[in-house]
């Protein structure tokens, strides 16, 4: 197998924290495996969060009315995306895997990582009208999204206070990463590490530096296929894949339910 291309984009503040013993666990033991290892750190590197029209280099096409996605497009295609901005794409264009690793805030990514999100996967480089979900720009690549949480598991399970955690996965699984085409493997979660005991939190790192010997070719989570839905019907699920799934326990999906229980785990593990 030819020497795979890996990015990290990782946002926590501090070298002594358990997202960092995580990102180091995921260069050692890819490197060791003779892929090559790219990480923006996030926090290090100051990266802008914003999506300003400072994004672009020289005029901007409309200043009085200034449309983010539109002007992007406009600059990538004439190569005047801030430096940042292009240095980042530039790691992802190359990369066959990349793992966002950071702690849960606020039932999401960091602001930062969202800032990455928001800059670096723009309109024309990362996805178009055309040119998304299962026919997405980067559907040859594969995402994982590892991250930490305070809150106990318990807390996300489909009883529990803060809801399903395979609901609050689906904004970023579907919305972000299989809506530009990703291949999307099965989410690491470092449950509270902050409260667990020093030998549980060990334990955590070593499950996770053991996933990554294969993450690589791991099957990635289930989507419905961009085909199911009807672009003529404002992209509604056809009629003939509703009446194929009547009859089933459980809807599509996390979003596509038709009326019915939410699969189990659909954006936990792969094969749901
Ligand atoms: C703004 C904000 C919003 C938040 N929103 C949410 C939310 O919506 N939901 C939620 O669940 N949580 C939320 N949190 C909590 C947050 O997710 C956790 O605090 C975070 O995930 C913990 O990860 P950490 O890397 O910062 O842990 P740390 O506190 O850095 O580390 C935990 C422990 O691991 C130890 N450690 C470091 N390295 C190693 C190593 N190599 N081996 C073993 N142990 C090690 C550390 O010393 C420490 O004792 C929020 C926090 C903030 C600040």
């Known amino acids: 197998m030819a020497a795979k291309k890996v990015l990290l984009v990782y946002a926590h503040q501090s070298s002594g924290s358990f997202n960092a013993a995580a990102k180091d666990a995921a260069v050692e033991v890819l490197a060791a495996q003779g892929c090559t290892v790219e990480v923006s750190d996030l926090y290090a590197m100051k990266f802008k969060a914003t999506a300003t029209a400072e994004d672009i280099i020289g005029e901007v096409k409309n200043c009085d009315h200034f449309r983010y996605a539109e002007e992007t497009k406009l600059a990538w295609e004439a190569g005047k995306l801030s430096t940042d901005i292009t240095e980042e794409q530039r790691k992802l264009t190359e990369t066959d895997l990349v793992i966002f690793q950071f702690p849960m805030y606020w039932f999401t990514v960091p602001a930062i990582m969202k800032g990455w999100i928001d800059r670096v996967l723009t309109l024309g480089f990362a996805f178009s009208q055309e040119k998304r979900y299962s026919q997405g720009i980067f559907k040859e690549k594969k995402a994982i999204l590892s991250f930490t949480t305070g809150s106990q598991e318990s807390m996300f399970s489909a009883n529990g206070i803060n809801g399903d955690m395979n609901v609050t996965l689906w904004p970023l699984q579907n919305g972000i990463l299989h809506y530009c085409g990703f291949q999307v493997l099965a989410p690491q979660i470092f449950w509270a590490p902050s409260h667990a005991p020093a030998e549980v939190r060990s334990t955590m790192l070593e499950g996770w530096r053991t996933r990554l010997q ?3 070719g791991e099957e990635p989570l289930s989507f419905t296929p961009l085909d ?20 089933k326990e459980f809807g599509l999906t996390v979003g596509i339910h038709l009326g019915k229980p939410l699969p189990p785990n659909n954006q936990m593990k792969a094969g749901v």
């Open 214 to 216: 294969g993450l690589l």
């Open 228 to 247: 199911c839905f009807d672009g003529e019907k404002g992209f509604q699920l056809k009629p003939e894949v509703c009446e194929k799934h009547a009859t």
